[in-house]
């Protein structure tokens, strides 16, 4: 089974970092998607993108936001000025459309970032 | 009104219980809709998808849509501890710019 892969699966950075996480999604989805978790609490859509583009994104990706897919694998999510409050665990997804399993929803096993 | 509704429990059942987890929506657009499992500190695992309305039934576990009611269920038959984990319901419309999720419920099967 094809998987979403992510890395680091942890980082510690001190506030005010930038941090780049990086996901190499499904090699023939074509939407990517940011998703973060603070602990306990629920999943929450942080960006999606589409033909090189972000086709849609939340109150919480402000500018301190930005997503990348440098080449044909990579999607990468950065925060250039980390805060206290960004501490979650940061999912990537990816999804298929117009194939067989178009609108399933496949996740990474996450990045867990810690901002001291 | 949020989009997706989701009781989040916790459900605690016995082993070999059945098990009947719940979401509804407001969006009459949302036509994809799935279920997640997750376990603490892991990514979620899809477990059943469904397009439109209907039913579906996986091994031990049974989904079902009723678009009319906004309203979808997954059933999980013989509950086992394994299935101890939060579930989470996700749908979309078919524009596929974002998928929403619900809250998840907390489910723990005691042996």
């Known amino acids: 089974e094809p998987e979403v892969t992510q890395t680091p699966s942890h980082q510690v950075t001190q506030m005010g970092q930038e941090v780049i996480l990086r996901c190499v999604p499904i090699?023939?989805?074509?939407?990517f998607y940011w998703y973060r978790q603070i602990l306990g609490q629920k999943v929450e859509f942080l960006v999606s993108?589409?033909?090189?583009?972000?086709?849609?994104k939340s109150e919480i990706f402000d500018d301190q936001f930005s997503v990348e897919r440098p080449d044909g694998s990579n999607f990468t999510l950065k925060i250039r000025s980390t805060k206290l409050e960004d501490s979650a665990m940061y999912f990537c997804?990816?999804?298929?459309?117009?194939?067989?399993?178009?609108?399933?929803?496949?996740f990474g096993e996450g990045s867990r970032l810690t901002v001291l | 009104q949020k989009e997706v509704e989701q009781d989040p429990g916790p459900l605690s059942v016995p082993e070999g219980a059945i098990v009947s987890l719940n979401c509804t929506y407001s969006?009459?657009?949302?036509?994809?809709f799935m279920w997640y499992r997750q376990y603490s500190r892991k990514g979620p695992e899809l477990l059943m998808y469904t397009y439109s309305s209907g039913n579906k039934e996986d091994g031990r576990f049974t989904a079902q849509v009723d678009k009319s009611s906004k309203y979808i269920s997954l059933f999980i038959r013989d509950s086992q501890p394994s299935d101890s984990a939060t579930y989470l319901c996700a749908m979309s419309a078919g524009n596929f710019n974002k998928f929403y999720f619900g809250s998840g419920t907390k489910l723990n099967v005691k042996p």
């Open positions: 993108f589409y033909n090189n583009e972000i086709s849609e």
């Open positions: 090699s023939n989805h074509l939407y």
């Open positions: 997804a990816s999804s298929e459309i117009g194939g067989y399993r178009t609108g399933e929803l496949f």
């Open positions: 969006n009459s657009a949302f036509q994809y």
